[in-house]
T-cell receptor, first 112, second 112 residues
Framework: QKEVEQNSGPLSVPEGAIASLNCTYS??????FFWYRQYSGKSPELIMF????GDKEDGRFTAQLNKASQYVSLLIRDSQPSDSATYLC????????????FGTGTRLTVIP | DTAVSQTPKYLVTQMGNDKSIKCEQN?????MYWYKQDSKKFLKIMFS???????INETVPNRFSPKSPDKAHLNLHINSLELGDSAVYFC???????????FGPGTRLTVT
């Protein structure tokens, strides 16, 4: 079983719509959850992190965490063409300090 | 200002050679990491260093060796390069008591 699973997509949404990205993880002991954005040929860029159950909002981004369901999601409101990228979900492991396990990423395309 | 930097950006070499990739961070972080991103874009942890001590060593071949001259630098040495080593290698850093990791621009290694 993979540590972190994401739908690979591609996910296409029209400009201005809400994009919803989902991630599940297998280790119930995981404490920290991260969303990274990676443009083609570039490095992963941290856009959101969440440590507690519930919602966390930052601008157009909202991260949602449900530890009971082992589920974390990212909502992007008012999607822009510049949001088109691969979004990586990452979860920490209990083993070692801050060892992150990454999902395979969801490719998002925002259509103008 | 560059937070995490890597050199070189591109590295093309032949099988059997030995090569090094350098990483520096100016964020004042105390933990640094090396990740490998394969052709399918899967990002996997290789090593992490905390205060010059190796604290995580995933099951990577012993041809790979991280070396940290000081807290701001973590270099990756690769001996006897193989075709399967071709990938993008990312350096990252974080503060130990916080999980957020920040990535360098990556080094695309091609072994011919």
């Amino acid at each position: 079983q993979k540590e972190v699973e994401q739908n690979s997509g591609p996910l296409s949404v029209p400009e201005g719509a809400i994009a919803s990205l989902n991630c599940t993880y297998s280790d119930r002991g995981s404490q920290s959850f991260f969303w990274y954005r990676q443009y083609s040929g570039k490095s992963p860029e941290l856009i959101m992190f969440i440590y507690s159950n519930g919602d966390k909002e930052d601008g157009r981004f909202t991260a949602q965490l449900n530890k009971a369901s082992q589920y974390v999601s990212l909502l992007i409101r008012d999607s822009q063409p510049s949001d088109s990228a691969t979004y990586l979900c990452a979860v920490n492991s209990r083993v070692g300090a801050n060892n992150l396990f990454f999902g395979t990423g969801t490719r998002l395309t925002v259509i103008p | 200002d560059t937070a995490v930097s890597q050199t070189p950006k591109y590295l093309v070499t032949q099988m059997g050679n030995d090569k090094s990739i350098k990483c520096e961070q100016n964020l004042g972080h105390d933990t640094m990491y090396w990740y490998k991103q394969d052709s399918k874009k899967f990002l996997k942890i290789m090593f992490s260093y905390n205060n010059k001590e190796l604290i995580i060593n995933e099951t990577v071949p012993n041809r790979f060796s991280p070396k940290s001259p000081d807290k701001a630098h973590l270099n990756l040495h690769i001996n006897s390069l193989e075709l399967g080593d071709s990938a993008v290698y990312f350096c990252a850093s974080s503060q130990e008591d916080r999980g957020e990791q920040y990535f360098g621009p990556g080094t695309r290694l091609t072994v011919t």
